[in-house]
């Protein structure tokens, strides 16, 4: 990891109808303008939580504008805020900081109560750099790009709301791997390896590697296990039987699919930067959120 040059403008980004989320972003805001720098609030963001608390004072504005004018992005919230930054922001380089107002927050490394306190250490340019990969996808359609999209954690096919299994055909390279009968199928970055894919009981990666995990969900054959392919691999789903089948990009967007479609992937040509205070650790994160130190009761 290598040290953020001092940030002079930072874009504040929240999640919605929250009061929590709300004077915190204000308390914020307050602060670093206090400390000469130049905030900007993400318009969306303004709109809801404006409802709650002052923000006149503060630009607001929509991703575009944060992607060309900010050195930072604070996001407050829980990961679900910080997968929907990292899509928007992901084509701009702009670094981003969690504070977590959620729950687990593997992304949002930044508690509450600390979080003007680390301020002093993002403005003197003393928080660490670690390069996300991302996943692109792109949905086709009888030979035609039906819709393309990118995801940080994992792209997710699935049997839709309908019982029964869906089945589709996997290549990796354009090499027929195997055919799977499932509930569906996780595609997951390093990233995305704590998230649905954890659940699932696929690998926990570190984030500096290079691969993508393929974790089948509830497969009729007890022999389709999670692989982990090379993340420069080029990965294709075909639907071949489905009665309700379902994309789903962080799960976040979705998009119906259809028998015959193909869902292609692949590493993204963007990365998403996190930045983590000093004296991060990613086991220390995965010790308290997994609760790993815990000794065994009775």
């Keep these: 990891m290598n040290r953020l040059r001092q940030p002079r403008t930072i874009a504040l980004v929240g999640k919605y109808h929250s009061p929590e989320i709300a004077e915190s972003l204000r308390r914020l805001a307050e602060y670093l ?19 709650l608390v002052d923000l006149s004072r503060w630009v607001t504005c929509g991703f575009n504008d944060i992607g060309a004018h900010a050195d930072v992005a604070i996001v407050l919230g829980g990961d679900g805020t910080m997968l929907n930054a990292a899509r928007r922001l992901a084509r701009y380089c702009v670094p981003l900081v969690g ?6 927050g593997f992304m ?24 996300r990969m991302l996943l692109a996808a792109e949905v086709i359609r009888d030979g035609k790009e039906l819709a393309t999209n990118m995801a940080l954690n994992d792209v997710v096919i699935d049997k839709g709301a309908i019982g029964r299994m869906i089945e589709f055909e996997l290549f990796i390279d354009g090499e ?15 990233t995305g390896s704590t998230a649905y894919s954890l659940s699932a009981g696929g690998p926990i990666l570190h984030p500096t590697l290079t691969g ?28 071949t039987h489905a009665d309700d089948p379902r994309v789903h990009f962080d799960g976040q967007l979705t998009l119906d699919l259809q028998t ?39």
């Design 212 to 239: 993508i995990a393929l974790v089948p969900l509830c497969p009729h054959a007890l022999t389709n296990r999670p692989v982990i392919v090379n993340d420069n691999a080029d990965i294709e789903l075909r639907v």
């Design 260 to 298: 015959g479609d193909s869902v292609r992937l692949r590493r993204s040509e963007h990365t998403i930067c996190f930045l983590h205070p000093p004296g991060y650790s990613y086991f220390a994160m995965l010790r308290q959120k997994l609760q790993w130190s815990e000794r065994p009761k009775g």
């Design 33 to 51: 303008h206090e400390r000469g720098v130049s905030v900007f609030v993400e318009r969306e963001t303004a709109e809801h939580i404006g409802k």
């Design 108 to 131: 949002t490394d930044i508690a509450r109560q600390d979080m003007l306190s680390c301020m002093d250490d993002l403005l003197d340019g003393r928080f660490l750099r670690e390069n």
């Design 99 to 104: 504070v977590n107002q959620g729950r687990l």
């Design 176 to 190: 027929f791997i195997y055919n799977l009968r499932s509930d569906g199928l996780i595609v997951s970055t390093p």
